[in-house]
């Protein structure tokens, strides 16, 4: 049940990230981390399954990031992802980790390749591998670079707040964009609600 799902904020690399939490704090270590524009909300369902005891081991904590800077630019870099997927499991004493990522696969692939160390086991959810993705982009796959021109929008300057905040600034673009795949307007409020608000 969602009432068993903890609220966090974990004051991590500068930075302090929105989270929630599931499962015994006895139990092994898991990361859920999600792409842009989602939030922590998206992995409610399976926070809740996790914290069950008759599901087999259940993870310390289920810290699920919905954080962004002060600045509500966000930290696409590689660098940085893990520089802050390191940092947040240092600030909740999980020395090591099992990893799960979604849309910035590459964030967590990078992390788990050059910490082998601290993450024990690795899952990419919805993105896939760098390698396979650059040659479907540079080969012969025009529905692949058609379905994957939106990221161009994000190395504008400026162009992903205006699109997706809207004209007025209210998070509208995003709440557009939500609904129309489908989404319940409500559910689609968690989401907006995260966005700075650049209305004057």
């Not at 504008?156 to 307007?185: A, M």
């Amino acid at each position: 049940m969602a009432s068993d799902i903890e609220r966090l904020e974990i004051d991590a690399n500068g930075f302090t990230f929105s989270a929630r939490a599931a499962g015994p704090h006895d139990g092994r270590p898991l990361l859920l981390l999600h792409g842009f524009p989602e939030t922590s909300w998206s992995w409610r369902v399976l926070l809740t399954q996790l914290g069950r005891p008759d599901i087999g081991p259940s993870p310390q904590t289920s810290a699920v990031l919905a954080g962004r800077p002060p600045d509500g630019h966000l930290r696409l870099c590689h660098p940085h992802l893990v520089d802050d997927v390191l940092a947040i499991a240092d600030t909740m004493e999980m020395a090591t980790f099992d990893l799960v990522g979604t849309t910035g696969g590459n964030g967590v692939l990078v992390t788990a390749a050059r910490h082998s160390d601290r993450v024990r086991s690795l899952c990419v959810v919805s993105t896939p591998h760098p390698e396979a993705l650059r040659g479907a982009l540079v080969g012969d796959d025009p529905d692949q670079v058609e379905r994957s021109g939106y990221m161009e929008m994000f190395r504008r300057p400026d162009e992903p707040e205006r699109l997706l905040l809207g004209e007025d600034g209210s998070g509208s673009g995003l709440r557009t964009l939500f609904e129309s795949s489908g989404l319940d307007p409500t559910m689609a409020d968690e989401y907006v609600a995260c966005l700075p608000s650049l209305a004057p």
